[in-house]
């Protein structure tokens, strides 16, 4: 990947992160794209896909399907 497919994911893990703390509960992950992109026109389904994977592999969301929440601080 390049450096700037890099930024562009890290930019999205923090829009990412940042919807997820204001969300109660469970978020699809198709909501929380459409909201994304409403936010954000440039938003690309590739990265939000990248984005999502490393945060859960960050363990800083937990994710069930389609369905995405996040992970508070044990």
């Known amino acids: 990947m390049s450096a700037s497919g890099r930024k562009a994911v890290e930019a999205m893990c923090e ?3 940042k919807q ?5 509960g469970f978020v699809t992950s198709k909501a ?3 909201t994304l ?3 954000d026109k440039t938003c690309q389904r590739e990265v939000f ?3 999502i994977n490393e945060l859960s592999k960050k363990e800083s969301i ?3 399907g389609d369905r995405i ?3 508070t601080e044990a």
């Open 15 to 17: 829009a990412v992160l």
């Open 20 to 24: 997820l703390k204001t969300a109660k």
């Open 32 to 34: 929380l794209f459409h």
């Open 37 to 39: 992109k409403s936010a």
């Open 49 to 51: 896909d990248e984005a």
């Open 62 to 64: 937990a994710r069930s």
């Open 69 to 71: 929440r996040f992970q």
